[in-house]
């Protein structure tokens, strides 16, 4: 990936308390409505997934005591690893939004109550499978290529009806909606129309999408440009660093060689 940070890139300063986590969620949430005033859409349709990824436990702890009750989490085995150790929040439940292998699926079977990055029958045959031997079910979300880059995860958007005609086999897989990344770029005229193409490609499978997937949900937009995915339609938005703070760890720890985060 290239190093070299992005002129843009907003200084997320590290919510380190429960007011300044509170006041975080508060400064974001009142954002989604200003968005949603501005398209003439009913804020209550946007939910706001706050993603915890390189979050330690404390501060999750903080999260929850601000009223967060889901919580995204980019890899598997830290989001597994999370779940154990605060087991004791009952009510709080895990979105796994990054890629998954096979191997993996019976991890997100056993505690996940979402994920986000469906692009391969492969992985969805897996964690039916194992979400069977559980006695489970799972929302998810098809991932859908919308910038074409080539370094990115999720369906080719032309891919993606033949893919949601095979998807009612997977009986305990609940099928919510569609998921993109858009391209990182502080450039508005380039990123809205990957937002405009998941809304598009949306349409076109409610119309011919098989019974039994129902494809209301759009997640899309990040901390970067989640005010335009609103107004393009998104009814989640997935925010990480205006919540909590910039992250440490470099992106291409969890996204694929050749990507950078616009913040
Ligand atoms: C990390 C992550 C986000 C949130 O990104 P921020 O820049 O922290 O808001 C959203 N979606 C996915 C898939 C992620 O991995």
Redesign the pocket.
């Known amino acids: 990936m290239n190093a070299v940070p992005s002129p843009v890139r907003p200084a997320y300063r590290t919510a380190a308390t429960l007011e300044e986590i509170r006041a975080n969620l508060a400064d974001i949430r009142a954002r989604i409505d200003a968005a949603c005033a501005r398209a003439g859409r009913d804020p209550a349709e946007v939910r706001l997934l706050p993603?915890s990824?390189t979050v330690d436990e404390s501060r999750i702890r903080m999260a929850y005591a601000a009223g967060c009750r889901l919580l995204?989490e980019?890899k598997v085995q830290e989001a597994y690893g999370k779940w154990e150790a605060m087991a004791d929040l009952t009510d709080l439940d895990w979105a796994i939004?990054?890629h998954l292998q096979t191997n993996k699926a019976k991890f997100v079977a056993r505690f996940a109550r979402e994920f986000?990055?469906l692009d391969n029958l492969r992985v969805a045959e897996a964690l039916d499978r194992r979400l069977q031997d559980e006695g489970r079910g799972l929302d998810v979300f098809v991932q859908v290529n919308t910038s074409g880059e080539a370094s990115k995860f999720g369906l080719a958007p032309e891919e993606a009806l033949d893919f949601a005609r095979a998807l009612p086999a997977y009986a305990s897989l609940r099928v919510r909606g569609l998921m993109t990344?858009a391209l990182f770029s502080p450039d508005e005229a380039r990123v809205r129309p990957c937002f405009q193409l998941l809304r598009d490609l949306r349409e076109r499978l409610r119309q011919d999408a098989p019974q039994g997937a129902d494809f209301a949900e759009l997640s899309m937009g990040?901390?970067?440009d989640f005010e335009w995915a609103i107004e393009e339609g998104a009814t989640t938005v997935?925010?990480?660093?205006?919540i909590f703070g910039a992250?440490a760890l470099p992106d291409s720890h969890?996204?694929p060689e050749g990507r950078t985060?616009p913040?």
Request: aromatic share 10%.
């Open positions: 993603v990824k995204g980019n939004i990054g986000q990055a990344l990040m901390s970067g997935r925010v990480g660093q205006a992250r969890y996204w985060a913040g």
